[in-house]
């Protein structure tokens, strides 16, 4: 008998020391990944700069980079969303379950399947409103009733082709700046567009055009940190809380990837719609303007025409030839989705 307790009693020592040694809660959970191994499976090259915490990944042509503690991988020119952020723990790098269909598959097969479009969901923000007119041509029209009108044609036509649409505003009301940007951060869209009409002195000058973000100096970045918006910028992205130097490293990163997106799209809205409104082509042009520094996703600002100009004021006037508009525009967006 007692040999028998003297087992029992081995036993439940083994067993109490075998769970005090055991992982705790704050182990790595086990749907995370660990990404040295999910590498090595499909023969993608990685590094880890621990400095900056950045994470490449490169494989024919096509690379990723992540940051440790965010849920954002930006791989060539997509932003793609994690179920779980980046953690490191000793020398591994553990990614969430869905880490392999939503990055390591694309590298795979060298094409986007998820989601199935670059821009499902859109942001389409009618510039001025309520007690901001905007600019007024010589007739009296307004630059907030040609915005609103040719915004919710857009809409109109982007829903119908199952795209999903947030109006910053539905009506004639004042919506600022910083709240115009709120709404499309909140939004979790992959693009904004604004539309506003242009106004010149001299009555001569005329043309569509296309803004889109600039490269960004040492006071930009600094106007927009210190700024309300960044941090709506970042709420909706898992990162830890109060890392300054994550937030600026993630920002970058967001940052390039919106700005080189902008251009191209503001560069094809242009050259597109311009012809096929028989109005000159003035381009695509860089500028600093609020709502395509403080939105974080690729922003554009269209100028439809310009009201101090007679004739593209009486055209704008017409409703036939805004339904155009709003039709030039939704045609360039979707077909630059098909082409890039």
Not at 66 to 77: F, P, Q
Not at 82 to 100: A, M
Not at 132 to 138: F, M
Not at 317 to 334: F, G, P, T
Request: aromatic share 10%; net charge positive; charged share 30%.
């Amino acid at each position: 008998m007692k040999k028998y307790l003297l087992v029992l009693i081995s036993l439940l020592i083994l067993f109490l020391h075998g769970c005090a040694s055991a992982p705790s809660s704050r182990t790595i959970s086990l749907r995370e990944l660990k990404l040295n191994d999910l590498c090595q499976s499909y023969n993608i090259q990685w590094q880890y700069d621990s400095i900056n915490q950045v994470v490449t990944l490169s494989r024919g042509g096509m690379t990723a980079k992540a940051l440790i503690g965010s849920n954002v991988v930006v791989l060539d020119d997509q932003k793609v969303f994690l179920s779980q952020p980046l953690r490191r723990k000793r020398q591994n790098i553990y990614v969430s379950s869905d880490f392999k269909q939503r990055v390591i598959d694309r590298f795979i097969q060298r094409r986007f399947s998820y989601p199935s479009r670059k821009f499902s969901k859109i942001v389409i923000d009618a510039g001025h409103g309520g007690k901001d007119p905007g600019a007024i041509g010589y007739s009296g029209l307004k630059e907030k009733e040609v915005t609103l009108d040719i915004a919710r044609k857009l809409k109109a036509i982007l829903s119908n082709k199952g795209i999903q649409v947030t109006m910053t505003r539905r009506n004639d009301q004042f919506i600022s700046l910083e709240d115009r940007a709120k709404i499309s951060n909140n939004s979790k869209s992959d693009l904004f567009v604004s539309i506003h009409a242009n106004a010149a002195h001299t009555k001569g000058v005329k043309g569509f055009e296309v803004f889109c973000l600039r490269s960004p100096d040492y006071e930009t970045k600094r106007e927009i940190q210190e700024a309300k918006s960044y941090r709506y910028m970042f709420q909706k992205l898992k990162m830890e809380d109060n890392n300054k130097i994550l937030d600026e490293i993630l920002y970058d990163m967001l940052y390039n990837y919106k700005r080189a997106e902008s251009y191209r799209l503001a560069e094809y809205i242009a050259r597109k719609t311009s012809r096929e409104l028989n109005l000159r082509n003035r381009g695509c042009k860089r500028s600093g303007f609020f709502v395509l520094k403080h939105t974080a996703i690729p922003a554009v600002l269209v100028e439809v025409g310009f009201l101090s100009n007679k004739k593209e004021e009486k055209l704008l006037k017409d409703n036939q030839y805004r339904q155009k508009v709003a039709n030039s525009i939704a045609e360039s967006i979707l077909e630059y989705e098909k082409i890039n």
